[in-house]
C-alpha cells in the first residue's frame, strides 16, 4: 500500500487547511468567485468538512479542508485525516493553513487515512497522495507510516498466517532489511536452554514455540524490547468464550508493536544497540496442555502456580524478560496485550504504561502528547503484592477477587526484572471501529510516544 508522499508534481490541487474561526480571513484574501462559492456552498470550516472549488474551465482549481475549532479538534486522533478522506482521488500539496508545531503528526495521518488491509481482496484501490510539505521531515514520516502499516499487517492477518513460524519470518525479514542479526530457540531447544515457561505454554500446538532474538547496533546504550507474540489464544484448557476468542488473532500485538517500533529505530539510524524478544507461541488444547493447578519452574528460578490457563502472556514474557536482564541492558520494554482489565480501565484508546521512574514516566507522557499517540501511566502498587503470592509456590499468574487485574499482572513481570529500570505496556492493539487513519483493526499503541521519548530515557 502507499505510504508514501507523491513526488513534486506541478498540477497537484492546491488544498487548503481552514480552521472554523479564521474562515473570515481566508475568504478576504480570495477574489469574488471563490468567495461566494464557498459561501454559496455552506462550507464552514467545521472539522472534516470537504469543498471543491472549481475554476472557470470547470476543473477543480483548489480544495478545502475543515480543521474545526481548538476543542474539536482536541477530541480526535488526526484532525487533518478527518477531511482528507473525503477528498476526491487524486494528488495534493498543502497551500495554507497547515499549523508547523503539528505538520508532522498531520502529514502521518493523512498517509495512514489510506491504510487498507488487502492481503486477501482484489478490489482495486483508490487513494489520495499528499506532497509533502516544506518544513517537513518527509522520510521520517514516511518510515513512521511504514512501520505503522507493519503493526497494522502482523495483527490483522489472521493465526492461520501469523502462526509463531509465520511472526518468526516477519522479525527475520525485518532483520535481513537492516543487518540486524536474527536468532530463534524453536521446540524442545526452550528446554534444553532453559526457557520452561515459553515450552510450556506453547507445546499443545502444532505449531512449535519459539524465542525469536533479534539484535542491531553496536554503540551506544542498550535497549530492549520484549513483545508478547502469543499468535492465537484459545485460553487453554480454560478455554476462552467464542465471544472472548474472536480477536485472539491480535494476542501478539505485543510483538508486532516492538517489531514496529525496531523497524523506526534501525530504519532512523538512533545510536543504540537494540535487542528485539518475541515470545511466539500459540495457547491451545490437546493432550499436553499445562492445566491448571500446576506449577512450573521459570527461567529465573521463580515458581509459579497457574491457576488460569488463560493468564499465559505473562508467563511467556517472564522467561523473556529474565533472559532481558541478563544482558544487564539499560532500559527494558515490555509491549503486550496483557489483560481485559487494561481495557475496563482506560479503554481501548489509551496505551496504560507502568514505570517506577517519575522521570521516565514524565518523558513518556510527554512525547505522547506531541506525537498523538495517548498512553497514561498505571502504578506498580506494592501494596497488591501479597495477591500474586499463592501459598503453594513463589507467584500466582491469576490471582482471584477480580480486581486489579492489570496492576496485578505489571506486578508479575516487575519481579522478573529486578535490577534494569523497566517499562511494562499493557495495549490492546485494535481500534474497535473505523475512524479517519485508524480503520477497524489493528493499529499500534505507544510505539510513537516511545521512540519520541527515547532522547530523554536514553540520554541519546
Not at 122 to 132: E, G, N, Q
Not at 178 to 203: E, K
Not at 387 to 416: H, K, M, Q, V, Y
Request: include cysteine; hydrophobic fraction near 45%.
Amino acid at each position: 500500500m502507499p505510504t508514501r508522499f507523491a513526488d513534486p508534481d506541478t498540477n497537484a490541487i492546491a488544498l487548503h487547511i481552514i480552521a472554523a474561526d479564521a474562515l473570515e480571513d481566508w475568504l478576504a484574501k480570495h477574489d469574488p468567485a471563490v468567495t461566494n462559492w464557498v459561501r454559496n456552498a455552506g462550507f464552514s470550516g467545521n472539522l472534516s468538512e470537504t469543498l471543491l472549488v472549481p475554476g472557470d474551465d470547470g476543473q477543480i482549481r483548489m480544495a478545502l479542508v475543515g480543521y474545526g475549532t481548538a476543542d474539536k479538534r482536541s477530541r480526535v486522533h488526526f484532525p487533518l485525516a478527518h477531511g482528507a478522506v473525503g477528498l476526491p482521488e487524486g494528488t495534493y500539496r498543502i497551500a495554507s493553513g497547515l499549523p508547523a508545531p503539528v505538520a508532522e503528526t498531520e502529514c502521518l495521518g493523512w498517509l495512514l487515512s489510506d491504510y487498507r488491509f488487502d492481503r486477501y481482496k482484489t478490489k482495486p484501490r483508490h487513494d489520495r497522495r499528499l506532497i509533502a510539505p516544506s518544513g517537513v521531515d518527509a522520510a521520517r514520516v514516511e518510515i513512521l507510516a511504514e512501520a505503522e502499516c507493519l503493526i497494522r499487517d502482523l495483527v490483522n492477518t489472521p493465526a492461520s498466517d501469523m502462526g509463531p513460524a509465520d511472526l518468526g519470518t516477519a522479525a527475520e525479514t525485518l532483520a535481513q532489511t537492516h543487518g540486524a542479526s536474527f536468532h530463534s530457540i524453536v521446540g524442545d531447544d526452550l528446554l534444553t536452554q532453559n526457557f520452561p515457561l515459553i515450552h510450556t505454554v506453547g507445546r499443545a500446538s502444532a505449531t512449535a514455540p519459539r524465542l525469536i532474538d533479534m539484535r542491531w547496533g553496536t554503540k551506544g546504550p542498550k535497549l530492549t524490547l520484549v513483545g508478547k507474540g502469543v499468535c492465537f489464544d484459545t485460553g487453554g484448557l480454560n478455554i476462552k468464550p467464542a465471544a472472548g476468542m474472536g480477536l485472539m488473532k491480535k494476542d501478539m500485538g505485543g510483538g508486532a508493536t516492538v517489531l514496529g517500533l525496531a523497524q523506526m529505530i534501525m530504519a532512523l539510524n538512533l545510536p543504540v544497540q537494540l535487542r528485539v524478544l518475541i515470545p511466539a507461541v500459540e495457547n491451545s488444547i490437546a493432550g499436553n496442555a499445562f492445566r491448571p493447578g500446576d506449577i512450573m519452574t521459570s527461567r529465573k528460578g521463580l515458581t509459579v502456580e497457574n491457576n488460569n490457563t488463560d493468564a499465559e502472556g505473562r508467563l511467556v514474557l517472564a522467561d523473556a524478560l529474565a533472559l532481558a536482564e541478563e544482558d544487564a541492558p539499560d532500559l527494558i520494554v515490555s509491549m503486550a496485550t496483557l489483560t481485559g482489565a487494561a481495557r475496563v480501565a482506560v479503554g481501548p484508546d489509551l496505551a496504560p504504561f507502568y514505570t517506577d521512574q517519575d522521570a521516565t514516566a514524565a518523558a513518556l507522557t510527554k512525547a505522547a502528547e506531541q506525537v498523538d499517540d495517548p498512553v497514561w501511566r498505571m502504578p506498580f502498587h506494592a501494596a497488591y503484592e501479597p495477591r500474586i503470592e499463592p501459598a503453594n509456590a513463589d507467584l500466582d499468574n491469576a490471582p482471584g477477587g477480580g480486581f486489579a487485574g492489570s496492576i496485578t499482572a505489571a506486578l508479575f513481570l516487575r519481579r522478573f526484572v529486578t535490577q534494569t529500570p523497566y517499562v511494562h505496556f499493557d495495549i490492546y492493539a485494535w481500534q474497535p471501529e473505523t475512524a479517519p487513519a485508524r480503520p477497524k483493526g489493528g493499529v499500534g499503541m505507544g510505539a510513537r510516544a516511545l521512540l519520541q521519548a527515547l532522547p530523554n530515557l536514553l540520554n541519546l
